[in-house]
């Protein structure tokens, strides 16, 4: 599969929301034995623990699902906001969700990795080799699944849709009189074709009338003109045939009697 152009901007994304996990839930942790904590949880609410060492309950909030809910909350955000760009931009979806599920893959394992670090610095109280560090392999698996279940569903459900609508299409491109129109919505992966009947061609005196009509007011304004002036162009006439007359006899005869316009 052939890289998103949309990849560098989702990896813009992805590491925009890793370095708010680490700063806002993650990194306040590691001086948990000198300040406590004070961190969002991902439904709004808030983790405040104070003037205890990092043992016992502090172990259980820190592994809890606090974590785990804020990478589900910010994994499926990104996966949105990805098709979503990838919709408004006109590029192909599955290959920009491909691209964000391998973004989010390292995002996990890296917040993962962070808090084993975190766990063993505070287990050890500033001698972190002294304790066994925690596997986080389990965490990482479970998180992944979870986020990449979600962001195969968007594809498959994109692809289905868009298959769907291809084959209708492919159907009806063949058949006369229909105008074909593929739409896919703001939700990017339920595409609908529409077929509308073309209607039949006009006759030919509908296409061109207004050809006709112009004609017909040149037609019709040269026989006004005509009408109007018959009378002169009829007196120009004959003075013109006299004249060619006397022309043709020896001149004109300057004292002949002039010639009366009354008939």
């Not at 998103?4 to 370095?19: F, K, Y």
């Not at 995002?107 to 962070?114: E, N, V």
Request: aromatic letters at 10%.
């Amino acid at each position: 599969m052939n890289p998103s152009p949309l990849s560098a901007v989702i990896q813009s994304d992805v590491d925009e929301a890793l370095q708010y996990l680490k700063r806002e839930v993650i990194e306040p942790w590691a001086f948990f034995n000198s300040h406590g904590v004070d961190v969002p949880q991902a439904d709004g609410r808030r983790v405040q623990i104070s003037g205890t060492k990092y043992s016992g309950s502090a172990v259980d909030v820190f592994w809890s699902q606090l974590a785990d809910e804020w990478i589900q909350k910010k994994g499926r955000e990104l996966i949105e906001s990805t098709r979503m760009k990838a919709i408004e931009r006109q590029f192909p979806v599955h290959p920009a969700l491909s691209a964000c599920l391998g973004y989010i893959n390292g995002m996990i394992q890296t917040i993962c990795h962070r808090m084993a670090d975190i766990d063993q610095s505070l287990r050890g109280e500033g001698f972190p080799n002294n304790v066994t560090r925690r596997d986080v392999s389990h965490k990482i698996e479970k998180n992944w699944k979870e986020i990449s279940k979600y962001g195969q569903s968007e594809i498959q459900a994109y692809e289905s849709a868009d298959r769907e609508a291809k084959e209708k299409m492919e159907k009806q491109k063949n058949e006369p009189n229909l105008v074909v129109e593929h739409r896919i919505n703001e939700h990017g992966y339920k595409a609908t074709s529409k077929v509308f009947p073309c209607p039949p061609d006009p006759p030919w005196y509908l296409r061109y009338w207004k050809r006709l009509v112009a004609i017909a007011v040149l037609v019709g304004g040269a026989l006004t003109f005509l009408i109007a002036n018959y009378s002169n162009m009829k007196e120009m006439w004959t003075d013109y045939n006299d004249y060619k007359k006397s022309e043709q006899g020896g001149g004109i005869n300057s004292e002949a009697a002039p010639r009366s316009d009354t008939p």
